[in-house]
């Protein structure tokens, strides 16, 4: 029977019910419209779009050869949620406003510089200008401290940190998806080290068969509570288990469950136990005493004040360097922490959210981007509000080729089945390192956008956003695009 006739036969209906009848409308519906988009397909993609059964309504697809013509357009103009995909924007407008060679600068000052008693007493509070240095590790901030010790400041009154860099960006870890201890629910902070997680270190006891959980940094007021049940069994895989962060009068306790196999070795995991501001103070207070210094009062926020000269300080690695780590590994605090950074730059002090879209925009503005209909409102694209088109994603993808920062840009991208978030997808001889991509994934949205290299030599930009409650299907499609670009 023919589609059409199909569509008359669920319209026609009677003794089956009504409800039946708009279900098998719906259902063919569905399939008018999926044929729909696979008659704009080649017809080598025809029967991957066709596999997923989503309807045209759920799909944005453009394909471009790059100087060549626009090979595939579907929606082009529609308005989508690009989950991660948004932090191309981010890092884009980031690397074209403030340059490769930006850098984050953290800063201790103090009175005359530092002037100290014969007991290493620092006269005045010690401050703290944050910069929002995106990955500062602990590292980095015991190698500052290292420095005042150097300097011969060894007792401090307190730390007073400055965070005015930023507005107020504090959010809630929970608030996306109730997920509140997971790294990547991470609230940006001015003031941010190691993204504010704790590792979770598990060492196998072979004599005990039991883990022995450890914390990394061992914060003082954080423990595990639980225990992890130890397997006999070939390893698996990656453990997994389960974890809930709990506040128990001054402590919080992370209570762990779950097995793991022995076979497996040692493994961590990373979780939030406290906000940014009390993970950053526990920190400095342990490191401190850690490299023999005392501290009388304790941390607070609040500003630095004039007549005060800096002591020491960190100069970050450069953007270019940066970006890298936000779109192959696709890190969400970081792309909201470099989103501020932009604001702060071109707009002034105490950046937000509303101030970061407005300066990533005007960015693209310059660039005759074509922004019309997006929404950009925390630069990482975990969000269920966030929207761009396909067609000005490939008008920005297009510019960022023809820039001199291309490469640096470029360079930024998962290759597909090397590394990053694509290092497991596209391994066949044929796709291997013939992409540099960067996708996007919610519960609602799957996206892919990026570079392709045909066989023949020429380069395709290619954005494809899937807004539908079943977009996982659109995997595979998204795959087998990619494939035919790099056979072509």
Known sequence: MSLLG???????????????????????????????????LPAELQKAWSATRLSAASISLVVQEIN???????????????????????????????????????????????????????????YLKAGGDPLLTMEELWGLLRELRLRGIKNLTEVVVDRSRFGRVSINPGEFDGAADRPYNASPDAMMVGLGAVR????????????????????QGVRINGDIKWSAVA????????????????????????????????FSVYRLALSQPAYFSALFQMLWKELGGTLAVGVKD??????????????SES???????????????????????????????????????SAALAVLKDQKVDTRGWVMDNG????????????????????????????????SLAISGVDGTVRRRLRDDETRG?????????????????????????RYILVSMVNDERSVSARAFNDALVSWLAAR
């Open 6 to 40: 199909r569509v008359q036969w669920a319209c026609c209906l009677k003794k089956r019910g009504r409800r039946a009848a708009i279900g098998s409308f719906l259902t063919v519906a569905s399939l008018l419209s999926t044929q729909v988009v696979a008659q704009a």
């Open 68 to 126: 060549g013509p626009r090979l595939i357009s579907v929606n082009a103009s529609q308005p989508r949620n690009p989950a991660s995909v948004m932090k191309m924007v981010t890092t884009w407008t980031a690397l074209a406003g403030l340059g490769p060679d930006y850098t984050w600068r953290t800063t201790f000052l103090a009175k005359g510089g530092g002037q100290v008693d014969a007991l290493g007493t620092l006269a005045g509070p010690l």
């Open 200 to 219: 979770l270190l598990f060492q196998p006891d072979s004599q005990a068969k039991k883990w022995i959980p450890i914390i990394d940094p061992p914060l």
């Open 235 to 266: 390893c698996p895989g990656s453990p997994s288990i389960a974890t809930h962060v709990v506040p128990t009068g001054k402590d919080i306790v992370v209570n762990v469950s779950g097995t793991a196999a022995g076979s497996c070795g040692e």
């Open 302 to 315: 609040g500003k630095v004040p004039s007549g005060v000269a800096p002591v020491v300080w960190h100069d």
């Open 319 to 357: 953007l270019a360097d940066t970006i890298r780590q936000i779109n192959k590994q696709s890190n969400n605090v970081m792309a909201r922490t470099l989103f501020l950074t932009l604001a702060a730059e071109r707009m002034g002090a105490g950046a937000t959210p509303q101030s970061g879209a």
């Open 380 to 411: 990482a694209g975990l969000s269920r509000e966030g929207r761009i088109t396909a067609e000005g994603l490939v008008g920005m993808l297009n510019v960022a080729w023809h820039s001199p920062l291309m490469p640096e840009f470029i360079s």
């Open 434 to 458: 013939m992409a540099h991509l960067k996708t996007g994934t919610l519960r609602d949205s799957s996206a892919l956008a990026g570079y392709v290299l045909g066989a023949s030599g020429k």
